[in-house]
Structures are given as C-alpha cells and as structure tokens.
C-alpha cells in the first residue's frame, strides 16, 4: 500500500521490465510518455555490463521479462544482443513486447518468433486515425504484422492492443475491425480499457459529463450482446470481478492494475535505474514531486516507491462499487489529470459491474446508493437527472430492478 509516506521497496523480480528509451517513430495523441523528460538513450555497449549486473540482485528466474519503449524497434541494435542474452539466461521466462508494428519485417518477425517472444500490436482499430499514424496503410509494415499474426496466432503468442477514447467508443466496431483485418473471428485483443488523461491530449479524448451515461449503456449493450468478449479487459474483468463476488475476495486483497505496486514488479534501464513503471525515465518527476527514479540495482535495499499512491491512500477509492473491477486507475497521478482519469476508469468499469451482477442474478443494477456524486449513482440515466437528458423507458428487454 505504497504512498510517498509509506514508500515499498523492491525484491528479486517475477516481473521483469525493462526499459529501452522513450525514443518513438510515432507521436501518438495520448500517449503517456508524450511529455515525460528523456533520460541518456542506451545502446548496445550497455548491454554487458547490465547482465554482469543481474546476478547481484536478480536472485532467482524472472516468470516474465517484457522489452518497453518508446518503440522498442527503433532500438532493435539493443534489443537483439539483450534478448539473446536474457534467453540464454532465463530459459523459461515469458518475453513479451508492445510495439506499433510499423517497423517489422521478415527478419525481425523470424528472430521475435524463435526467441519465444509474445508480441502486441497497439492499434485502435477504426479509431487508429485519432490515435496516430496507421502502419497497416503501409503494404510493406501490413504484410509483416499479418505475417507475424500468423506465426504466432495459433500459439496464443500476438494481440492487437486497442484502447477506448470519446472518439472510438465502441468495442463492438474494434472487435469487428480486428476479425475482418485477419479473418479470424476468434482474433485476440488485448487492452480494451478507457485511456488515462496523462496530458492535455488525454484529457481532450476523456469523457465529458454529458457522455458518462451513452457511453456505458453502449458499453454495456455491446457486452450484453457478445459483441466485445475477444476484448481481454471485458473479458477478464467480468469474470474477475464475478469471482470477487463468488469468492468474497476483500478489498485489501487487491493490487493496482497495473501491478507496478507489487514490491517483485520491477521496472528497470539498462543504467540499473529503478523507476517507477515503464512508461517514465530517471529524469522525469511525479505529479506529486518525487523523481521517478526510486533507486538503482546496486542499492536495492534502498529503493523506496515514493512518486505512487496507492487507491487505498485515495479519497474515492476505498468506497467505490467499482473498485474490484478498477483496481485503483494509474498510481502516479495527481489533481486533475487524476480527476479525469477517474471519472473515465469509472464509467469504464460500470458497464464490467452491471454485466457481472446480471450474470449472477440475472437482474440489471440502474441505481446504486452511497456516498456518491449522483452521475456515479445513477448507473445509466434512468434518474433523470443525467447531464445527457437520460434515455426514456426501459432499454434493456429483461426485468430490472435497483440494486
């Protein structure tokens, strides 16, 4: 339950992040590391001096190694020598990657497959054009991300990683994208959640009051129908959170989503920085002040996760109906690119909360009593009082009755 006054500290790591640079070829509009200050870029002289490194504090095999960016392909001169070494080292560790497709080729594609590495493409399907440049409009980067697609397919190995804005609101319509670029109904896709405002750029693309409510009864709708279940945050999280009711599973139980608070989660550059997550550098400076740097390798003992909050640490949190479906939005922010980013992970885990109650009792909640602001109680704009002018009647064709 980390906090700038109850800082966590890190151990050997089961997850094992690496970061590369925050160098792109691409300028995405929401991107979180848009504006985060650039460390020293690493190359490939650093790489054997960081594995003679890891024995000193990378105590027993990593479960996962993942290979961040920027885009990790414009460092490909770096990644090769270390990915190869890592997998003569850690055998049986999982690689994975996220990259925006646009530099593959046959080769890279052929060295990423006999290396074992999962792979995911970040694209927004039919809303890749609010995002940033689309590599499937080049012939020559869509012919190797379909190449790779059928390599690693059929062996569960490749995503596309699509996320949700105010301008590409439907899973539905990704879902559709996706099946038809591969011709494979059962493609998946991993993502799927609500952007974070980490910029004016995510906040442009959030939310707007007037849109909390057509957003989760079309959330919800396209669940209710079978039209996003290839999506993993739809996917996953009902049943997470259908197995948080199931089960009795305590609030306390849960961890950030995105791992980063887990004390063997760690995110490191080839200098030995510990940073906060992978998508800062050692330069860069949480809202609340403190650097993202929260030490180094050969000082593990005094590595401190200062620049987090924990949810349990947050106002809105330890109350929230969502919070099991949430798990507590990005740890770092702060005021109110936070605010934003609420707002936004709430109407996005609603419709996952809806869903999961209808399947256990087969019953819709449309209101939820508790200390909330009223667009947070009235689940779809039943009440009337929805700054959208609510929806009249009835909309969903089973019984329904508050909760």
């Known amino acids: 339950m980390t906090s700038r006054d109850t800082p966590l500290g890190k151990t050997s790591p089961r997850i094992f992040k690496i970061s590369l640079g925050l160098s792109c070829n691409y300028a995405c509009e929401y991107c979180s590391q848009r504006f985060v200050a650039r460390n020293d870029e690493t190359n490939p002289e650093d790489v054997t001096g960081f594995m003679e490194s890891l024995d000193s504090w990378v105590l027993s095999p990593p479960e996962?190694?993942?290979?961040?960016?920027?885009?990790?392909?414009?460092?490909?001169?770096?990644?090769?020598p270390l990915a190869e070494a890592l997998r003569l080292k850690f055998p049986q560790a999982r690689f994975s990657v996220i990259t925006n497709g646009s530099l593959l080729n046959p080769q890279i594609n052929h060295w990423l497959d006999d290396l074992g590495f999962t792979v995911s493409i970040s694209h927004d399907g039919p809303g890749q054009h609010v995002r940033g440049p689309d590599p499937l409009g080049d012939p020559l980067a869509r012919q190797a991300i379909l190449e790779l697609y059928r390599?690693?397919?059929?062996?569960?190995?490749?995503?596309f990683n699509a996320m949700v804005n105010r301008s590409n609101q439907s899973r539905a319509a990704i879902q559709a994208f996706f099946a038809e670029?591969?011709?494979d109904p059962d493609v998946m896709i991993g993502e799927g959640g609500f952007v974070d405002a980490y910029d004016d750029g995510g906040r442009a693309l959030s939310l707007k009051?007037?849109?909390?409510?057509?957003?989760?009864?079309?959330?919800?709708?396209e669940i209710r129908q079978g039209k996003a279940g290839r999506i993993s945050s739809v996917r996953d999280r009902t049943m997470s959170f259908v197995n948080s009711l199931r089960f009795k599973r305590p609030a306390s139980s849960l961890g950030q989503k995105c791992g980063m608070d887990r004390s063997d989660s760690i995110a490191v550059d080839l200098k030995g920085n510990v940073l906060t997550c992978q998508n800062v550098s050692a330069t860069a400076a949480a809202p609340n002040g403190e650097s993202h740097c929260i030490g180094h390798t050969s000082q593990m003992q005094e590595v401190a996760l200062k620049s987090a909050t924990h949810w349990s640490h947050r106002k809105e949190c330890p109350g929230c109906p969502v919070l099991q479906v949430c798990k507590g939005?990005?740890?770092?922010?702060?005021?109110p690119l936070w605010d934003v980013s609420c707002d936004n992970a709430y109407s996005d885990a609603l419709p996952i909360f809806a869903a999961g109650i209808e399947f256990l009792t087969g019953l819709v909640p449309v209101h939820i009593e508790g200390n909330l602001p009223p667009d947070r109680k009235d689940v779809f704009g039943?009440?009337?009082n929805s700054a959208d002018g609510g929806v009249k009647g009835k909309p969903f064709p089973?019984?329904?009755v508050a909760a």
């Open 209 to 221: 009051p007037e849109e909390f409510h057509s957003f989760r009864r079309l959330a919800f709708q």
């Open 329 to 335: 939005a990005c740890m770092f922010l702060q005021g």
């Open 64 to 80: 996962a190694i993942e290979f961040w960016g920027g885009e990790p392909l414009v460092y490909i001169k770096t990644l090769r």
């Open 398 to 400: 089973i019984p329904v």
């Open 382 to 384: 039943f009440d009337g």
């Open 151 to 159: 390599r690693l397919a059929p062996q569960g190995r490749f995503s």
């Open 181 to 183: 670029l591969t011709g």
